[in-house]
């Protein structure tokens, strides 16, 4: 389960960031842009070599001593950043990748909400459910 | 020891080349020896044998080898390995030594010298070089005697001698490795475990030696897993976390040399995972952190380092990583040391990290109790005093020099793999720890440097963390405007503040602008806050400097500014208006006193200024939009010109008493966020629902920049009006006729005409068009294609005036032609009297034709069309003008008529060629001139004329020309005469024969068939009497005309001349014609 997720827009600014609240906000914060580096890579090598056809998924990101950090870039170029614990071994490659899709489903249906603003943050119970859905459920969070 | 005490030891890291001792060379003195030594060790290159060579006094005393031991049976190892066996094996124990004597085989003395060097072998073999022991006379092996000739070619000699050397070194490293091999069965798993790990430490050790890499890194594998077998307690856990370093290192270092960095890698990683949790003692945290950092570290250059020998590294695994996780650690570490080490304890005495020799025996091992390989520390309170001696050190480790070192080193990496993101995270990481150790002016810079980065990406989370940390740094410098200018910001709509903490900056903010000290920022250290107080105070006092300029375009304040020219353009006699918005985001209203805008020409600032009046000053209400609206008059001279607005100020505070502080946008305001808010605005779906909300509010998002206004002249108050016929005919003086009325109040002066091609066109219609006001003649090419600045006087109001411009087009096409009436105005603006200059423009676009079309044929008299015209012979020119213009045309000639459209007019000419002089066979005949106009065109008009160049004919001449004189018509019954004219053209006598053939219309008398001779240049005639028989068109009698002599002339070249019919009329009634009469 994740400890942090990220929605990331087309122009890089945060849409939507939600870590555990047990721990540094500001460190996912910074573990969620910095991925962004390895993100705007993997989808600037892709672009040259096969044109439009690229699998959305991006896999492990980077690994970092404590977390592992997936990425997810949508066709519209919106980036989705999952951040999970590293001793967290039992969460395998399907899980993340069906993970991202549910979030990008959610996603979708909150752009077609007449009354969001495309750009603007999200704010949606839905997927605020769906988010708290996948990640790590602490004590203090309900 | 502090910071070395994790360094890894130099002999660890070095790569472990053979040891060979040289010994009985005189290096300082003598020449001979001193090249021989050179040439041993300068210049070697990759391509030599690994060997470190060192030379050493032939009476130098070599390490004395210890007695073996003989059994392990009650032995009881004290630690892994000795701090110096390393050393020893590189530097100290060579695995040769090779012994330099000069010997000249002619010396008479040799059985002497022969007999010393016997004796020097033999000192020299009980020291080390055992196996290479035999020789003839002192016990040498021939293998081991070399003869190093003294010659040209050392080098040559010296490298097959080195690889002798190596040879020797390599079997002397086999042996020792087999020798602690041998070692492994006196062992036991329960007390010799220590020794399990040095015997294969040592046979690793010595395989790299030996250069066997390979089995070296075997050999240090197994070392590794057997490490991490020993039992591990607190007491230990130091001496097993460092070997294990150690060996890692030399696992990670091989692999890197063996070109496969993912073993090196996987092996890392297996070490950390391994070693992470073994902190061993909990007063000692700091020191797992130190070492897990050293651990990273380490790998870190050992990674660059083979970058550097041509390994490539990638985004996601790069030194970079390594770097910043052993600067992770060190901030650990620094917290840890932070936490226990508190201050107060004073140093114990005696000092327990002293040993007896200085420094330890074994690697990792506490100094006192060194040896101990027992569970629990042998001595409680030594133990004791042995961690806070540690604990004190470490209080004085400069951890932020270290983390610093190390983030830094990780940014160089981040740089060079394309990470801006992840260097711009480390630089923040830099900046904090320049902060915690203080040096708040490199924190400062190294923050500033970053925030835009973040500014730009709208990351405001951490864009307020990170300007958070740089306003207590402002604060505790006492920089009044860098603390002002984030305080601005912190205050701003991209902070992510709470409001109380908003509302206790701006508190803060309005103190400093009253020249007052600040509250201190939370979370700082209080004794930095305390020196930081003085700071203010000091500042404070100072007088001079309360004047500040701050840009904030780039930043994102807590002031919003847009302006705006309310029109892209104004008319000169307008007053220009200027919006200037502003809106204020934080928490508590804030107070200006002056508001100013600054524009390109700075003349027209005066008018752009608003200030506050006495005590009162302008306050702006958080949340809401307050407009202020400027207006001022153009000056005449800037019709044409663009004003741009350059900046935008706003004076917070006073300048009497307190602080005065101009906040500044370039250009029409907004800052670093609005460009992209602006946007978001533009495509917002809410937009509709936005306008209802307008009506109250001003919606700001939406609200657009309009920076520059372009002053343009007064609407003219004038029309000029065309008229014409359109379309112009080709060359005619085409004529069209300009109204102007001024429907202006006063009188218009100076008015002025320019007329013509407009201009911009293709160029060649520059050429073919010519423009005129004289209509008394047909201009010629020197009349331009444009008339500037004809001067027309002036006009009263309510005036008319007329003028007609000729315009004659030379080529087809459509043209674009101008009309520009200038003229200049008396006015009054605000008050304010302008002489304005007007014009108005009338383009219009007009097609040139061709207006008639001229067709030209030649017959011959019969009306048969020519192919080739007869010398001397008449033939007709047939001309038609077919009129293609819309409008009547008036042509001129012999006659006047007028050719309506698509009428057409034919002229007939006889022509006769005269005999040619020369030899050519085609004649020009000339050009068909055309006089015309239009008919609607006045009577003094004048005339186009057209020339028509006429076609070139082919000329033939014949030798015998024939024509017949015959009457109009016949009558039936009536005779009729014929006369046929037969001439001779050439030079010679011509026979011809002639029959006429018979015919059924006619009966004739005449010689039916004749031969006769013509003369040259003379005539015969032949007369026929042709009696008509019936009426109608009737076919003459056929006449055959043949030249016997000339074949080239046949009947009928010839008889195209003669008529070939003729009309018979019927016989006239005379009775018949009576009886009508009479009835």
Known sequence: MAVCIAVIAKENYPLYIRSVPTQNELKFHYTVHTSLDVVEEKISAVGKSLGDQRELYLGLLYPTEDYKVYGYVTNSKVKFVIVVDSSNTSLRDNEIRSMFRKLHNSFTDVMCNPFHNPGDTIQSKAFDGIVSGMMVQTASYT | ?1079
């Open chain 2, 1 to 1079: 020891m502090a910071g070395s005490q994790w360094e890894l030891p130099p002999e660890l890291c070095c790569r472990p080349m053979a040891f060979v001792a040289l010994t009985g060379l005189d290096v300082v003195y003598n020449a001979v020896h001193r090249a021989i030594w050179d040439a041993f060790c300068a210049n070697r290159r990759a391509d030599r044998v690994p060997i470190s060579f060192k030379v050493l006094p032939g009476d130098h005393e070599y390490p004395k080898c210890r007695t073996k031991r003989t059994s392990y049976e009650w032995y009881i190892p004290k630690g892994i390995l000795k701090t110096g066996w390393m050393n020893k094996h590189l530097n100290l124990v060579p695995a040769l030594v090779v012994l330099f004597y000069e010997l000249d085989w002619d010396d008479p003395q040799w059985k002497e010298k022969q007999s010393e060097c016997a004796t020097k072998v033999e000192i020299d073999l009980v020291a080390s070089e055992r196996a290479a022991a035999l020789c003839n006379a002192c016990d040498l092996s021939g293998k081991s005697l070399f003869v190093l000739p003294h010659t040209d070619h050392l080098v040559g000699y010296i490298i097959r001698l080195e690889n002798a050397f190596y040879e020797h070194a390599q079997t002397y490293y086999y042996t020792e490795i087999r020798r602690v091999k041998s070692h492994k069965e006196f062992l036991n798993k329960t007390t010799h475990q220590l020794l399990f790990v040095r015997h294969q430490f040592k046979i690793a050790f010595f395989s790299e030696l030996k250069q066997d890499t390979q089995n070296a890194l075997k050999y240090y594998r197994t070392a590794y897993s057997l490490v991490h077998e020993l039992r591990a307690h607190e007491t230990n856990m130091l001496e097993i976390k460092t070997m294990a370093g150690f060996i890692n290192y030399k696992i990670c270092r091989l692999c890197f040399q063996h070109n496969t960095p993912l073993d090196a890698i996987a092996q890392f990683r297996k070490h950390i995972d391994l070693c992470k949790k073994k902190i061993g003692s909990a007063e000692l945290a700091f020191e797992h952190a130190a070492w897990m950092s050293k651990q990273f570290q380490s790998f870190g250059e050992l990674f660059d380092e083979a970058i550097k020998l041509g390994l490539t590294a990638i985004q996601t695994q790069n030194p970079g990583f390594y770097y910043q996780q052993a600067a992770c650690y060190s901030q650990d570490r620094k917290t840890l040391a932070q936490q226990l080490c508190q201050a107060g304890a004073s140093y114990p005495s005696p000092e327990p990290g002293d040993t007896q020799s200085g420094g330890l025996d074994f690697y990792g091992q506490r100094p006192w109790r060194q040896g101990h390989q027992s569970i629990d520390p042998p001595d409680a309170e030594k133990e004791k005093t042995g961690i806070v001696a540690l604990q004190i050190k470490e209080r004085d480790v400069p951890h932020s020099e270290l983390i610093i070192a190390l983030l830094s080193n990780a940014v160089a990496q981040f740089k060079k793999y394309k990470c801006p993101r992840m260097k711009s995270h480390l630089m923040v990481q830099m900046g904090e720890e320049y902060y915690h150790a203080k040096d708040y002016t490199k924190a400062l810079k190294l923050l500033d440097y970053v925030m835009c980065d973040y500014r730009t990406e709208r990351w405001w989370g951490l864009l307020t963390a990170i300007v958070s940390t740089a306003l207590r740094c402002a604060y505790l410098m006492a920089s009044v405007r860098d603390y002002m200018i984030y305080c601005m910001e912190l205050l701003g709509r991209a902070s992510t503040l709470k409001e109380e903490q908003k509302l206790r900056i701006e508190k803060n903010l309005i103190k400093v602008l009253k020249n007052e000290v600040p509250e201190a920022e939370p979370e700082c250290d209080p004794a930095s806050v305390t020196a930081a107080r003085a700071l203010w105070n000091d500042r404070m006092a100072l007088a001079g400097s309360n004047e500040f300029t701050i840009e904030v375009q780039d930043y994102i304040p807590f002031i919003q500014c847009k302006a705006k020219f309310q029109s892209p353009s104004f008319h000169v006699d307008q007053p220009i208006q200027l919006q200037v918005f502003l809106r204020a985001d934080c928490p508590h209203p804030v107070s200006f006193n002056k508001l100013s805008v600054s524009l390109s020409n700075q003349e027209y600032n005066q008018w752009c200024v608003v200030e506050s009046v006495g005590q009162e000053s302008m306050s702006l209400l958080p949340g809401k939009t307050k407009c202020y609206n400027f207006s001022f008059v153009a000056k005449t001279e800037d019709v044409g010109k663009k004003i741009e607005m350059t900046g935008i100020e706003l004076m917070l505070g006073s300048d009497g008493g307190g602080r005065c502080v101009f906040v500044g946008w370039r250009g029409a305001g907004g800052d670093a966020a609005s460009t992209h808010e602006a946007l978001l605005a533009s495509r917002s779906s809410r937009r509709c629902g936005r306008a209802v909300e307008a009506r109250q509010e001003l919606d700001w998002d939406s609200l657009s920049i309009q920076p520059s206004t372009m002053i343009i002249s007064r609407v003219p108050k004038i029309s000029v009006q065309l008229s014409h016929q359109p379309p112009a005919l080709n060359n005619e003086m085409y004529c069209i006729s300009l109204t102007i009325q001024s429907q202006e109040g006063g009188v218009a002066r100076d008015v002025k005409l320019t007329a013509g091609l407009k201009p911009g066109q293709d160029a060649n219609l520059g050429q073919t068009t010519h423009v005129t006001l004289d209509c008394s003649k047909v201009c010629d090419d020197t009349a331009p294609a444009l008339l500037p600045d004809v001067p027309l006087g002036d006009l009263n109001p309510g005036q008319q005036l007329e003028r007609c411009v000729y315009v004659k087009c030379v080529s087809t096409g459509p043209r674009v032609f101008l009309f520009h009436v200038a003229y200049s105005i008396d006015t009054s603006v605000e008050g304010r009297q302008i002489v304005c200059k007007c014009h108005k423009d009338e383009t219009v676009t007009i097609e040139t034709v061709v207006p008639f079309e001229v067709s030209v044929k030649f017959v011959s008299t019969k009306f048969e069309p020519l192919e080739r015209v007869a010398v001397d012979i008449p033939f007709l020119l047939m001309t038609d003008i077919l009129s293609s213009s819309p409008w009547p045309l008036l042509l001129e000639g012999t006659q006047h008529f007028v050719l309506q459209t698509d009428e057409c007019a034919s002229e007939c000419f006889c022509l006769r060629c005269p005999p040619l002089t020369n030899s050519s066979t085609t004649v020009a005949t000339g050009q068909y001139l055309i006089s015309w106009r239009r008919k609607s065109s006045g009577a003094d008009s004048p005339l186009i004329q057209t020339a028509v160049a006429l076609p070139h004919v082919i000329l033939e001449s014949v030798p015998l020309y024939i024509h017949a004189d015959l009457p109009s018509f016949g009558r039936v019954r009536e005779s009729l005469s014929v006369r046929y004219h037969i001439e001779n053209r050439t030079a010679l006598v011509q026979e011809v024969e002639m029959a006429v053939e018979p015919s059924d219309a006619f009966m004739f008398s005449g010689l039916k068939q004749v031969r006769l001779r013509i003369l040259p240049g003379s005539e015969q005639q032949m007369l026929y009497n042709y009696y008509p028989l019936m009426a109608g068109y009737q076919t003459l009698p056929q006449l055959n005309i043949s030249l016997p002599r000339c074949l080239t002339t046949n009947t009928h070249t010839l008889r195209r001349f003669l008529p070939q019919r003729i009309f018979v009329k019927p016989q006239g009634r005379q009775l018949d014609d009576a009886s009508i009469a009479a009835a």
